[in-house]
């Protein structure tokens, strides 16, 4: 119990509820660490507030699903919650599209559209955002190790989709991908990467 000026009292309720949304901070954190995936809270508008107050969590919406959520189905609240994260991600997309077109109009080496130097970079941990074309498949062999990768017109035993491994590689080292139809990848090949080095 705490007494005196400038400190809140133990009964409180305030109190009691800033120590349950620690715990529940806390168990966010160990699910969520390393993260970067949007945290949307939902709830009634005083409890947001006392929320966000203890939230460490660096990527929580500036937005929220205000209401009682008890009753909504996850259908529900996942309706109300994707357009907050849609418009966050949207405005992420054009920023990296910004971004790869200034590195590819100064033909700086950290921007790359050759599908085998993005598998290598990816591979190597070297791509921090990668666009890729929605069904578009482009067939080949890697040996990682050795950093060869071949490129086939048609698929041949043993082959995989070389952009799925850019894309796979992206996400394992931390980088961001964002696949979009075949006409939204800048510089008119199936994928468009930015590289940290």
Do not use: C
């Amino acid at each position: 119990m705490f007494h005196g000026h400038g400190f809140a009292s133990a009964d409180d309720p305030k109190d009691y509820i800033r120590q349950y949304f620690r715990q529940i901070d806390e168990g966010l954190g160990d699910i969520l660490h390393g993260e970067k995936a949007p945290l949307v809270v939902a709830g009634v508008d005083y409890l947001l507030d006392l929320y966000r107050e203890v939230n460490s969590y660096h990527r929580i919406m500036d937005r929220d699903v205000e209401g009682n959520p008890e009753h909504l189905s996850e259908e529900e609240l996942h309706e109300r919650a994707w357009p907050i994260v849609e418009e966050v991600l949207e405005r992420e997309r054009s920023e990296a599209l910004e971004e790869y077109q200034e590195l590819a109009g100064k033909n700086s080496k950290l921007a790359s559209n050759d599908v085998t130097e993005t598998v290598l970079a990816a591979y190597q941990g070297r791509v921090d955002k990668l666009f890729v074309a929605l069904d578009v498949q482009v067939w080949g062999a890697a040996d990682l190790e050795s950093g060869e990768v071949e490129q086939h017109k048609e698929r041949l035993p043993g082959d995989e989709d070389l952009l799925d491994l850019a894309s796979e590689y992206t996400v394992l080292t931390d980088g961001v991908v964002y696949a979009v139809e075949a006409e939204e990848v800048p510089g008119g090949s199936p994928l468009a990467a930015v590289l940290r080095f």
